[in-house]
């Protein structure tokens, strides 16, 4: 019997229902792969295993035959092949339990696997988005927000910029088709800052004629 987590989401990645006059433009999640390549840092933990098999390979081959020194040397390997399988699990998970809003007014961002959280990140909170080519059409566009807003670096990893923690950036990470997404937010974000926002005040009461 299927579960579903988010099942008591009104929308698909929001935490209520949008406000009449707000519309969703774009809603995806990063790419497993690419979101562990670059926040999981796999070429290096890979590059780490290679490095230590090949030096006990080194130390060894000058002291027996070639197939014993390999075979003391693949345990390094097999365990660099378990880490990184893990390591891809992690990403996977934490892929699947995202999901990046775009609409006409702000970003969303739902993340997290085991904590999960929502951020509302309304256009007109945002300073300044960047964004960076990745791979196979992917990347990520960090959002830099005012000076005030403070956001915990370890409870939005890896949604955010990496290593910038004195003031940190969430960030939609690997995304599929960045380019065309971070089009959308621009034009949106341009749209709605340019818009005079009208406040709302009470009705002034009657002077009462003495």
């Not at 399988?85 to 996977?92: D, M, N, P, R, S």
Request: aromatic share 10%.
């Amino acid at each position: 019997m299927s579960h579903d987590d988010f099942a008591t989401e009104p929308v698909r990645g929001l935490p209520e229902t949008p406000p009449e006059g707000e519309r969703i433009l774009w809603q995806g999640r990063p790419h497993w792969w690419w979101l562990s390549w670059e926040s999981l840092s796999l070429p290096y933990v890979a590059g780490y295993f290679v490095l230590l098999a090949g030096w006990r390979f080194v130390t060894l081959i000058d002291r027996m035959p070639l197939g014993q020194a390999l075979s003391y040397s693949s345990p390094f390997l097999v365990m660099g092949a378990v880490v990184l399988a893990l390591l891809l699990a992690v990403g996977a998970v934490q892929a699947r339990a995202t999901v990046y809003t775009i609409t006409n007014r702000r970003v969303a961002m739902r993340i997290g696997a085991a904590l999960t959280v929502t951020l509302n990140l309304p256009f007109t909170r945002i300073a300044r988005a960047d964004f960076r080519r990745g791979r196979a059409g992917t990347g990520t566009i960090s959002l830099d927000l005012p000076g005030d807003t403070r956001l915990s670096y370890l409870v939005c990893w890896p949604h955010v910029r990496p290593w910038v923690m004195h003031r940190t950036q969430p960030a939609l990470r690997a995304i599929p088709e960045a380019e065309h997404v971070a089009q959308i937010l621009a034009e949106a974000a341009e749209a709605r800052v340019s818009t005079p926002q009208i406040a709302r005040r009470p009705a002034a009461r009657p002077i009462a004629a003495e």
